[in-house]
């Protein structure tokens, strides 16, 4: 009997904290700010930081990241400042990689997040939004894909 009330506790807790969350699958688009980029990204619940495809990233002197994103995204040049680096275990890899923030529109959510750069160029999916961002606010069905649409003010997709 106590076990019950506990299982039951603990599910009243989780459905009363759920209501303020957004229910996204696997595969979601999502929009980078200001510049108004879509993408599709993996929404993967294993990993605890979120990734973004740089290509030809390189570190200036003044601590500045410049990259490209994908060609088929728009190729557009970023410059953001690296605030941390990290250190990635991915496909038995040790890397450290540069972390920057960007600010990130999933469904009708928009906020700033930390991502770490890398070249996603062998990968499906040009992002992938890990624990980091999903924590506080999102729930995830992996039985579904696209179950939000970016709707944030001002980000006017290109």
Wanted: with cysteine; aromatic share 6%; glycine share 6%.
């Amino acid at each position: 009997m106590v076990l019950l009330s506990i299982f039951v506790t603990g599910f009243l807790f989780a459905m009363a904290h759920a209501d303020d969350k957004t229910i996204i699958g696997s595969i979601e688009d999502v929009i980078l700010l200001p510049w108004g980029v879509k993408l599709p990204a993996r929404i993967d619940t294993g990993a605890a930081a979120s990734s973004l495809d740089a290509r030809n990233l390189t570190i200036k002197d003044d601590g500045m990241a410049e990259f490209y994103l994908p060609e088929k995204y728009g190729g557009l040049k970023l410059c953001l400042p690296v605030v941390d680096w990290r250190t990635v275990k991915s496909a038995g890899e040790v890397k450290k990689r540069p972390v920057v923030e960007m600010e990130i529109c999933i469904g009708s959510k928009r906020f700033r997040a930390q991502v770490n750069l890398n070249n996603r160029s062998k990968m499906t999916y040009p992002m992938l939004i890990g624990r980091n961002i999903l924590k506080e606010t999102f729930l995830v069905d992996t039985s579904r894909s696209k179950c939000v649409t970016p709707a944030c003010p001002e980000a006017s997709q290109k």
